[in-house]
């Protein structure tokens, strides 16, 4: 059966990526799979601009299975050449970690690829039964036209509405400390905070069910200091 794995907030854990990319490639060898990356690639871990390179290369050899969304790390690095507060906002906010991991001193001494590819991550994936994005949905609005602010920022009143978009949403943004995703009936949070905790988890989705996840695999390394 077709599978979709969305894999979880990284954060410059580029060792954890690629853990998670050799135990995808293992598991059910043989049965076509999309991978939907959920966001915030930079900042806080060690090294964002590894990520980057690493989601670059695989998104160009399998264009059409590799779907990397924005996370709203992401868009704050895009956003930071704008000006002094915009950078200022970035990098107390993760960002020092992004700009060491480049050998930099501003944002816009990052290569200009890799922010390009960055600011054209779209913010949203679906198919018949999931809505992928990186922190959610207003309860009660229509999905479109896009909103930007929320499907990057939003945190309530999406985490306790329980609301039915008539697709179960599989987001992350919402670090969950114990290292274990959040599956409920209408979402599934699958960010474990990998960048501290060390735990990066995926959900695999049948494409031909509707639902959470069929099973959930974790790639597991050292905790941050």
Not at 2 to 16: K, N, V
Not at 36 to 54: I, P
Not at 167 to 175: E, Q, S, Y
Not at 200 to 217: K, M, Q, R
Request: negative net charge; proline residues 6%; contains cysteine.
């Amino acid at each position: 059966m077709p599978l979709t794995y969305a894999i979880g907030d990284l954060h410059g854990r580029s060792d954890l990526l690629l853990l998670m990319l050799r135990r995808i490639r293992q598991h059910r060898a043989g049965e076509p799979r999309r991978l939907v990356l959920l966001g915030d690639y930079v900042d806080k871990g060690l090294d964002s601009a590894g990520v980057v390179w690493l989601l670059r290369l695989v998104q160009s050899q399998d264009p059409g299975g590799v779907v990397c969304l924005a996370g709203n790390h992401d868009d704050m690095l895009v956003q930071a050449p704008s000006g002094p507060e915009s950078h200022q906002f970035w990098v107390e906010r993760g960002g020092r970690a992004t700009l060491a991991s480049y050998g930099a001193e501003r944002a816009d001494d990052i290569p200009e690829d890799d922010r390009a590819w960055l600011a054209a991550l779209p913010t949203l994936y679906q198919d018949d039964h999931r809505i992928y994005v990186h922190a959610g949905l207003r309860p009660g609005v229509p999905i479109e036209p896009e909103i930007r602010t929320d499907r990057l920022w939003i945190r309530e009143p999406f985490l306790s509405a329980d609301y039915d978009f008539g697709k179960h949403v599989v987001h992350g943004h919402m670090r969950q400390r114990s290292g274990e995703p959040d599956l409920r009936r209408s979402r599934s949070n699958l960010d474990t905070d990998a960048w501290r905790s060390g735990i990066l988890t995926a959900g695999v989705f049948d494409d031909a069910a509707s639902g959470g996840p069929v099973e959930v695999i974790q790639a597991t390394g050292s905790a941050a200091n």
